[in-house]
């Protein structure tokens, strides 16, 4: 049978006539679906798992409007600072930024401005008070620090001339001041609680950025308790990777019911700018400042009257110390309420009034909130067993706290490591302990220890390790004080203390 016949015999016809049915139905079927596409709503399930449900929608409008609710309610409660100050001298640095936000070591190279140079300051604060026609802005000490002027500007865009009421080093905080007119007001910032913050929580950034005015920005809350602020700043830090810029610096932080959790004030960044490692400061960190700043304007703190340290494993293990969360008292005032109270040199603090104590930093912070006149319960481990002291706190007076002279015994020491001791000498022996730190004009430092030193003996009582030197310092029934040394590899006798 030829090519043609075969063509268009029956069979063949019948085969065409299906493949014809097929593109013929095939085609409708695009057809309706691009219909579909275009005038209605067409129903796809796929494989890989359900559609997601009409809910999930609402709950991202309801999110949406919840971060509306907080500009709109924390907004108003935000100004923006415009301070105008005098350079004091050529080292001044950027007034007041430099070192509040950026590395100086990588900053730009800069010429610095002549003595008494106009310098202008930006930043941000919170309405957190009104009394009368008086309202009160909490900021960054550093923003307001060394003003000769501050403008305050409202999110109404109202302006007034702020004065400074007061302003705390320590936490780097400040309370400026301004007038409203007959009938005017102002929105209060609603404080929240910090203590309960969680690391996960929604966290919002208010301020003035770079003069960006009233700006909103978000993110969470990516740790809390960071130490190691800028200038001895002795805060444990919300940190977040909400963006926080220059201009932000006493701005708020605020959850997502709009309550203020914190004061932003510094940023970890190489070029000045948010790379998402932004702090700030807790708002409980701040209430008590806030009181005592608009009441007598300075702050109080407490006084335990001691010099902490933070001992290594080994020399914690030489005190017989099991948790190595606390803080140890390296030495005393002796005229402090610590040696009024019994507080010795060697003692571990692990709690007071029942709280905690993490390390050297949240001591400081918990005996500086302290009111003067207070008792605490003070937890310490002393020779290896808890006891418990109540101290009378008193009120920090620079001239007390820098008296070293009155400060007991004024030598830190530590393990004595293989390493040193044969670096002095000492090879085969293991008893004794090293001098890791003598404080100047101390009772220490007037015998003559120097760093470095390995103390083998006290009052001619041998020393094994940092345990039994604070056992020996502390022996009330000798009265007096004197140590053996080994300094380059000589034995050296120091003269003797009176103990007071």
């Known amino acids: 049978m030829s090519f043609t016949k075969k063509l268009f015999s029956r069979k063949i016809f019948l085969v065409n006539l299906v493949l014809v049915g097929i593109m013929v139905g095939f085609v409708g079927a695009l057809a ?8 209605g709503q067409a129903v796809v399930k796929a494989e890989s798992g359900p559609v997601a449900p009409a809910h999930v929608t609402d709950q991202a409008l309801a999110l949406q409007s919840a971060f509306n609710h907080v500009a709109d309610t924390v907004l108003p409660a935000v100004v923006e600072l415009h301070v105008l100050g005098s350079s004091a001298a050529p080292d001044s640095g950027e007034f007041p930024w430099r070192f509040f936000f950026g590395n100086p070591e990588e900053a730009p190279d800069e010429s610095d401005p002549a003595p008494g140079y106009q310098e202008e300051g930006l930043g941000s604060g919170i309405v957190v008070r009104k009394s009368g026609s008086t309202a009160y802005v909490l900021t960054n000490n550093h923003v307001v620090a060394g003003a000769d002027t501050i403008t ?36 209060i910032a609603t404080l929240g609680n910090s203590d309960n913050v969680k690391v996960g929580d929604w966290a919002i950034a208010i301020g003035s950025p770079f003069g960006f005015f009233s700006s909103v920005t978000a993110g969470i809350v990516s740790a809390i308790g960071r130490d190691g602020g800028p200038d001895g700043n002795i805060n444990d830090f919300i940190q977040t990777d909400a963006a926080i ?11 997502i019911r709009g309550e203020v959790i914190g004061i932003n004030t510094w940023i970890a960044s190489t070029t000045g700018s948010s790379i998402g490692l932004g702090f700030s400061i807790p708002i409980n960190n701040a209430t008590r400042v806030i009181d005592d700043l608009i009441s007598r304007g300075s702050v109080r703190y407490g006084w335990l009257g001691v010099l902490l340290t933070a001992p290594g494993k080994e020399s914690l293990s030489e005190l017989d110390v099991k948790d190595p969360k606390g803080a140890l008292i390296g030495h005393v005032f002796t005229d402090g309420p610590a040696s009024k109270s019994g507080l010795r040199p060697g003692d571990f603090v692990q709690a007071v009034d029942g709280k905690s104590v993490a390390n050297v930093e949240q001591l400081v912070r918990i005996v500086g909130d302290l009111p003067a006149g207070a008792t605490s319960m003070f937890s310490v481990v002393r020779e290896g067993k808890a006891i418990q002291l109540k101290v009378s706190i008193e009120e920090r007076k620079e001239s007390n706290a820098a008296d070293y002279t009155k400060l007991w015994p004024g030598v830190e020491v530590s393990h004595l490591t293989d390493e040193h001791a044969k670096a002095q000498g000492l090879s085969g022996v293991r008893s004794g302990v090293m001098v890791s730190s003598v404080i100047a004009r101390s009772p220490s430092a007037a015998l003559g220890l120097k760093i470095g030193d390995v103390i083998t003996a006290l009052n001619g009582q041998k020393i094994a390790d940092v345990g039994d030197f604070y056992r020996l310092l502390n022996d009330t029934k000798a009265k007096s004080v004197q140590f053996t040394v080994i300094r380059d590899g000589a034995e050296l006798a120091t003269l003797a203390l009176v103990r007071k």
């Open 152 to 187: 305050v500007k409202l999110f109404d865009e109202r302006e007034y001339a702020g004065t400074l009421v007061g302003f705390d080093e320590r936490k780097d905080l400040a309370v400026v001041s301004f007038k409203l007119a007959g009938g005017e007001d102002v929105r």
């Open 245 to 255: 810029n220059r201009g932000n610096s006493g701005g708020a932080l605020v959850n």
């Open 32 to 39: 309706i679906m691009a219909a579909g596409g275009g005038g």
